[in-house]
């Protein structure tokens, strides 16, 4: 038998949120669990679509990167049951989806939580 897999949860965004770019989140938080093999790693991938472009923001440089849209680029936030984030700017008008999954020592990744919210 399996043990149950590692979970992660976002915390402080709603899902379907729509906010003005000076109200928008700036600090990504959340907690995450794992089976008794202990937590490996967090991940989180933060996308952003505007007038038919796609970005995703790069952890290692701490900025949005123009990409093809549906590119999967996450990144590891830490290994510690909560964790945050705090983004370098303010985000930019767009529409964001925010997803985080957690991995456990024996590997097993939990599902993917995410949240869509928009920037005006």
Known sequence: REP????????????????????????????????????????????????????????SREQFLKRTCGKQHAFKVGEQPRWSYLLPARLPPGRYVLSTYAIDNAFNRSREQRVVFRVR
């Open 4 to 59: 149950p897999p590692a979970r992660g949860t976002l915390r402080g965004i709603r899902d379907g949120r729509r906010s003005t770019r000076r109200r928008a989140p700036r600090e990504l938080r959340g907690t995450a669990s794992a089976d008794p093999s202990g937590l490996w790693a967090v991940k989180i991938r933060l996308t952003r679509r505007h007038r038919g472009n796609c970005w995703y923001f790069s952890g």
